[in-house]
């Protein structure tokens, strides 16, 4: 797997060896890069496999990256990747299910929190009343993005952030929520 762009762009970065980890495709990537400016900005990732997404965002100029995720593999690879691209500096791997992890994140705020949940398990209804009850993870005018499949339903609306829109990319569905 490729970074899409920016100055690590074409880098190959290491795979998580289990079959189960899912990856945000290079169009979505890419579009990401196209619709957010992620100069300087302190990035939050759950759900992060390989952290192809945070490899990404800093390959475009974020300032940092924490990473989140339950798998010893996807730390690993997590760990091996930023090694191979120099920016071990700029990232913090918490080992956690995304909902026990706000201990250790409480006092950080973000000005982008990126989910990538397990299509189809219902995690998008969890993660987002884990969000609004964390609601100072995101800093005022942060963004909150959720990748999920296009039939995953959902009833939960947070009460702390605005849905600005919903982005189709065939099967894939971009959730995007704004804190005023």
């Known amino acids: 797997m490729k970074i899409e762009s920016g100055k690590f762009k074409n880098t190959n970065i290491e795979t998580v060896d289990d079959r189960r980890?899912?990856?945000?495709?290079?169009?979505?990537?890419?579009?990401?890069?196209?619709?957010?400016?992620?100069?300087?900005?302190?990035?939050?990732?759950?759900?992060?496999?390989?952290?192809?997404?945070?490899?990404?965002?800093?390959?475009n100029g974020a300032k940092n990256s924490t990473m989140v995720d339950i798998s010893s593999k996807a730390v690993r690879s997590i760990l091996k990747n930023a090694e191979s691209l120099g920016v071990l500096n700029n990232i913090k791997v918490i080992k956690s299910d995304f909902r026990k992890s706000i201990s250790k994140l409480s006092t950080e705020q973000f000005d982008y929190i990126f989910a990538d949940p397990p299509?189809?398990?219902?995690?998008?209804?969890?993660?987002?009343?884990?969000?609004?009850?964390?609601?100072?993870?995101?800093?005022?005018?942060?963004?909150?993005?959720?990748?999920?499949?296009?039939?995953?339903?959902?009833?939960?609306?947070?009460?702390?952030?605005?849905?600005?829109?919903?982005?189709?990319?065939?099967?894939?569905?971009?959730?995007?929520?704004?804190?005023?």
């Open 21 to 59: 980890t899912r990856y945000t495709p290079a169009t979505l990537r890419r579009a990401l890069m196209s619709i957010f400016d992620f100069s300087d900005a302190n990035f939050l990732e759950f759900f992060a496999g390989s952290g192809i997404l945070s490899f990404e965002v800093l390959s």
């Open 119 to 180: 299509f189809n398990n219902h995690y998008v209804q969890e993660f987002l009343k884990f969000i609004d009850s964390n609601i100072s993870l995101i800093r005022r005018g942060g963004y909150l993005i959720i990748e999920k499949h296009k039939n995953e339903k959902f009833d939960y609306m947070p009460k702390n952030i605005i849905r600005e829109e919903v982005r189709d990319y065939g099967d894939i569905e971009i959730l995007i929520f704004f804190k005023p």
